[in-house]
């Protein structure tokens, strides 16, 4: 039963080994939809092209009731699925630094790489500020670094702070994501009109 590593099937070795190949799997998965072109990326914002909210809402859905179902039939321990701890403060900061960056730039850190290995020279020059970026994060961090932990959570999950079940998140997050899909489409199928009609 998974995980695999915490519970002694596959060795320290094997887990490096397959987390490549799963790498390698993620950067294929994100080139092949459209992920490498900032034009897609950014186009959530301008209301054009919502295929990052398609293909991560759908990640997302796919991974929760997969992981729910696993759960129920004993294939895997949730209790030992690492859940990254909570700092509310940083994260919204974090979140909105995020955000602005993609905006800006076009390109998350994954896509970013995925786009440079193909030649993009806008994810290159991406790539570079984004390690500027790490370096002065690194230089500044003793100054910030009780901003950065306050707010500590745990390690929560929707269900601890709601009470809701997980089976009730999965489905309420489907039927979002089935309305975020309907509404999307109304969307872009209007802003793709309008740039038509003003082009011409």
Known sequence: MGPLFPNGLISGDWNLVIAVFIGIAFGFLLEASGFSSSRNLAGVFYGYNFVVLRVFFTAVIVAMVGLLYFNYFGWLDL????????????????????GLGF??????????????????????????????????????????????????????????????????????????????????????????????????
Request: net charge positive; proline share 3%; hydrophobic share 55%.
């Open 103 to 200: 905006i800006i730039g076009g390109f998350c850190p994954g896509t970013s790489f995925t786009a440079i290995v193909i030649g993009k020279l806008d994810a290159l020059v991406f790539a570079v500020g984004l390690f500027i970026g790490i370096f002065l994060f690194a230089e500044v961090f003793p100054f910030i670094e009780h901003f950065y932990y306050s707010g500590n959570l745990g390690n929560v999950t929707l269900t601890d702070v709601t009470g809701i079940s997980a089976s009730w998140w999965a489905f309420g997050f489907t039927v979002i994501a089935l309305a975020a899909f309907w509404a999307s489409w109304l969307i872009e199928k209007k802003v793709r009109k309008r740039i038509k009609e003003y082009k011409f």
């Open 79 to 98: 209790s030992k699925i690492f859940i990254l701890p909570t700092f509310l403060p940083s994260m919204i900061v974090g979140g909105v630094v995020m």
